[in-house]
């Protein structure tokens, strides 16, 4: 662990940009990891923000790994006697001629 510094500026720089300028982002993390996040920043002596940076950057190259080549499969196709009846959606109606989608909607909307 004796150059776990140097590996997280590795992360935290990581891209073709370099350490770019951050912008604010409001997300809900459990408290638990929060405070992991605390601990560590304070191990490292450094903000929270560059370990979440760093933790990001290892977690997306990760995926990017992972994902190569892979693709969505292909949404269903709902054969057109049995779609919502609202023009453009193209879900199954459940309920009187809608998706679940516009039925809620329809139902908030009569309260
Ligand atoms: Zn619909």
Sequence with gaps: MGNAKLRLD???S???A???TTKLMNVKVPSEILARIAALAGK???SKTEVVVAILNEGLD???K???GWK???RPVIPKDRRCTISGCEREKVAKGLCATHYQAQRRAKG
Excluded: H, I, N, Q
Aim: hydrophobic letters at 40%; glycine letters at 10%; zero cysteines.
């Design 14 to 16: 990581r891209g073709a």
């Design 62 to 64: 990760a995926a990017d």
């Design 10 to 12: 590795d992360l935290v």
């Design 66 to 68: 992972e994902l190569k």
């Design 44 to 46: 490292l002596r450094t």
């Design 72 to 74: 969505a499969p292909p």
């Design 18 to 20: 370099g350490r770019e």
